[in-house]
């Protein structure tokens, strides 16, 4: 046996299958962190599941809310955690005690399953891997500042720093949005702003051409009357980012806010591979069980949890299920040869279902690996929800899976049917994952009309505003902000301004201009 990564604090009986396991996981590709399991009771496992997995956070209510959720749950007999995996180097994974040796191993080959994607996915990539200690030390700030302030203000600005959270720009890690002013000294090498590169006085003119540094010097000018009083010059999707620039905050409160913005960058990339992440994990405890680590008794208890866990219900989309479908989908595919342009050009539903390359057998198989295993990899390795679902749902599987467009019908207080239009299943599906359902808001100006308040657009991809989560958004900006808000957005395609001053929120219709021409989104 291969010398284990894994580090436990399991009973003998566990700690050998852990090792057994992982064995299994590297054997068929997997590439993990060292994984530490901890076996908890229901109610520990319930403390640290409402921490989101962190054994110390900063202390809210909030916590103390899902804590009473979870034990009801277990109490009711309507559910149970059965495991919980830390995106962390080392990863930490919780077992419950009082799970039958099965279920333990099922859940160790799932949590094998989510360290390899959090290590190999892109969208972990930027991700905080020591976020264990860094949780502990949020903590220790936030007590701190409870200690010489009291409670309830400190609770009180976490609650509104909470509110906000989603304001943030989950691609800015892995893109630079602005200028540094280094960057803005090296790339531009005279006063008017326009970028000269070094020549020969013989080649000042092919280098550098005149129409051309008129052309950029006009741009520059021009520029410069719409962005010279604006904060910011662009679009900001951070918005959490501008709070913490701009805001008139206490330094205990930036602390707050800029804990809070860590953690939700922390979260995020969960978020946007739910899916993904999932399917992943179920795909890998379905391999390694069925085809190493199930015993014959077992096979009952197995299949029972699995099913339950996979199960679904009309109008709600289970990630688990969806997502363990679809891997396996993309891995016969490939397997199989239904891709590429000539199957993509096929429009005979039954000649696809049975499309077949003529391919031998060993000619799908690169070393010990098939093309489709192969595949399954890359896509995990690169792909996000949003991007796994656009381009690997194909009208076969959704067929085949049974998912129809549903609505809810306030008559009869039940999920209907509306629509098995494949291309409205697919957008409906990218419009759920999109930025997590939730409105896409830059902040467009810092000194609207030139008194210091805050002003807001809403970039319209298919989502309307809410209003009542609109208003109570602007509340809590402006309890950062301290002078009024506005949010320019649209809704049922009209332009819409929201204001808050502090006292009264007000809704007006306005054309859909802008603040100004540099500030369209």
């Known amino acids: 046996m291969a010398n284990p990564s894994t580090k436990s604090r399991l009973p003998r009986e566990l700690a050998e299958w852990a090792e057994i396991i ?11 962190y060292e994984t530490i399991f901890e076996v908890l009771n229901n109610d520990q496992m319930n403390q640290v599941a409402a ?3 962190f054994p110390q956070r900063y202390p809210h209510w909030r916590f103390g809310m899902e804590y009473e959720r979870l034990e009801r749950t277990h109490e009711y007999g309507l559910g149970k955690i059965y495991e919980m995996v830390i995106n962390n180097d080392p990863c930490y994974a919780y077992l419950l005690n009082d799970n039958a040796l099965v279920d333990q191993k099922t859940v160790m080959a799932h949590v094998f399953g989510h360290c390899d994607f959090f290590k190999n996915n892109h ?33 009180a600005f976490i609650d509104t720093c909470l509110s906000l959270e989603g304001l943030i720009d989950p691609h800015s890690v892995f893109m630079q949005r602005r200028m540094t002013r280094q960057q803005k000294h090296d790339n531009v090498a005279t006063p008017d702003g326009i970028t000269r590169f070094p020549a020969k006085p013989y080649m000042e003119r092919y280098i550098n051409p005149p129409e051309q540094l008129k052309a950029e010097s006009d741009a520059n000018r021009e520029e410069a009357e719409h ?71 077992e096979v009952i208890t197995y299949c029972e949890h699995h099913a339950g866990t996979v199960a679904t219900s009309p109008g709600r989309l289970n990630p688990y299920k969806v997502g363990i479908e679809l891997f396996r989908d993309i891995e016969q595919r490939w397997n199989t040869g239904r891709h590429g342009l000539e199957y993509d050009r096929c429009d005979d539903m039954t000649e696809r279902r049975q499309w077949q390359t003529q391919d031998p057998p060993e000619g799908r198989v690169v070393g010990l690996e098939s ?35 549903y609505r809810y019908d306030p008559n009869t207080g039940r999920m209907v049917v509306v629509s098995r239009d494949f291309r409205k299943i697919k957008a409906q599906m990218l419009y759920m994952l999109t930025n997590h359902g939730q409105p ?72 859909d201009s802008l603040p100004t021409a540099a500030h369209t989104v």
Request: proline share 3%.
């Open 371 to 405: 093309i489709g295993r192969k595949k399954i990899y890359e896509v995990r390795k690169i792909y996000n929800d949003v991007t796994f679902i656009d381009e690997f749902l194909t009208p076969e599987f959704v067929d085949e899976q049974d998912l129809y467009h």
């Open 22 to 32: 992982e064995e299994y996981a590297r054997n068929e590709g997997l590439d993990c």
């Open 123 to 155: 969208w972990f990539s930027k991700t905080n891997r020591r976020m264990m200690d860094d949780m502990a030390n949020h903590a220790t700030r936030i007590r701190r500042y409870i200690d010489r302030l009291v409670l309830e203000p400190v609770e």
């Open 51 to 53: 921490y989101c997995g």
């Open 440 to 511: 896409y808001i830059y902040v467009l100006d810092g000194n609207y009309r030139n008194r210091g308040e805050l002003y807001l657009g809403h970039k319209h991809n298919g989502l309307d505003i809410e209003i009542k989560y609109a208003v109570e958004t602007l509340k809590q900006l402006y309890a950062v902000w301290r002078r009024p808000v506005h949010l320019h957005a649209m809704i049922d395609e009209d332009a819409m301004l929201f204001s808050y001053d502090g006292e009264q929120s007000t809704q007006q219709r306005i054309d």
């Open 227 to 297: 962005t010279a009083d604006s904060i910011p010059a662009q679009p900001l999707r951070d918005v959490l980012l501008f709070l913490l620039e701009r805001a008139p905050l206490k330094d205990w409160e930036a602390d707050i806010l800029s804990i809070i913005r860590q953690e939700a960058y922390y979260f995020a990339p969960q978020g946007q591979t739910k899916i993904m992440n999932e399917g992943w994990a179920s795909y890998w405890h379905s391999t390694i069980m069925t085809n190493y680590c199930l015993k014959a008794d």
